[in-house]
């Protein structure tokens, strides 16, 4: 089991990184990606953020959704989404709090990138994924169980989250030497990004021969 977890995580981070396989979370990705310090900055938080939200999404739809539906025929399924969008967003105003108490720097940095990390698809997919995957209780299904299934879906959200933060710190390094490389006037700004973006992605191919 302890070699099933470690495979949920290292997937989770190289061969279906969120950013460089799925797409997902491009605005951050590109939009903060100037500076390492800013990128490793970002991708704590959004790890954080991610890491909080898939233990509580997988508590509320477990143990809540779930044991309502089981054991008094309520139904609440319908507002799972809604629910998982409330928590990353309470999740997401801890943070800001956090760093406007004590790196006002780095959150006046951030800028408007910080809210959005609400609407960041990457986060909401993680918490989607996990019922996808099947990191989920069953009926009868307790205790052990219970807990390698808490596991699976907690690692599974620092593996996305790391991932993402491996993904832009990648970015950021690469674009910072690009600053004192000569781009043909042409490919400057936007179109170099999205073409290392496209390198990266490719790249990060490579890893697939592991989950083999």
Not at 9 to 36: D, E, H, M, Q, R
């Amino acid at each position: 089991m302890i070699a099933e977890l470690m495979l949920i995580l290292l997937t989770a981070v190289l061969i279906n990184n969120p950013v460089l396989y799925y797409f997902l979370g491009l605005c951050p990705y590109l939009g903060v990606s100037n500076k390492v310090d800013m990128a490793l900055g970002m991708g704590m938080a959004v790890t954080f953020v991610m890491t909080v939200a898939a233990s509580l999404t997988w508590v509320v739809n477990n143990l809540i959704i779930f044991y309502l539906n089981a054991g008094y025929g309520i139904d609440l399924g319908f507002l799972r989404y809604t629910i998982f969008i409330f928590v990353i967003a309470g999740t997401v105003q801890l943070v800001e709090m956090f760093l406007r108490k004590f790196f006002p720097h780095l959150y006046d940095r951030f800028g408007i990138f910080l809210p959005l990390i609400t609407t960041n698809c990457a986060i909401l997919g993680c918490c989607l994924w996990i019922d996808v995957k099947g990191y989920n209780l069953v009926a009868g299904q307790e205790g052990v169980a219970a807990s390698w299934k808490f596991a699976q879906a907690l690692l599974f959200g620092i593996g996305n989250g790391l991932g993402f933060t491996l993904a832009i710190c990648l970015m950021a390094g690469i674009r910072e030497r690009l600053n004192f490389s000569d781009v043909p006037r042409d490919f400057r700004g936007v179109g170099i990004t999205l073409i290392v973006a496209a390198i990266l992605a490719m790249a990060f191919m490579g890893f697939s021969g592991i989950g083999g």
